[in-house]
């Protein structure tokens, strides 16, 4: 059974400039449990920083497409300076 909104009130406060208070594989750990199958399978997608063309789950293929989007303007910036 989701439950996101669990998960979220779990979390530890996270605030600019201050080394994370989790690694990536102890708030996946966290997950395990919280959030369904399919849940973990996105976050999964979303946290590999490979391509995701056989993603079947709609808001991974949009936050991959932004992410280019956001390396490809942030490129160029740097580019430009």
């Known amino acids: 059974m989701s439950s ?4 979220m ?3 530890p406060m996270i605030e600019m400039g201050d080394v994370p208070p989790l690694s990536m594989e ?3 750990h966290r997950c395990i449990g919280v959030l ?4 973990i399978s996105a976050l999964d997608a979303v ?3 490979g391509e ?3 993603c079947d ?4 293929r949009a936050y ?6 956001m390396k490809n303007v942030s490129g160029r910036l740097r580019a430009a300076a």
């Open 52 to 54: 995701c063309e056989e």
């Open 57 to 60: 789950d709609e808001f991974v």
């Open 26 to 28: 102890e708030f996946r």
């Open 4 to 7: 996101p909104s669990y998960l």
């Open 64 to 69: 991959k497409a932004h992410e280019i989007q």
């Open 47 to 49: 946290l590999d920083d």
């Open 36 to 39: 369904s199958d399919s849940e």
């Open 9 to 11: 009130a779990s979390l």
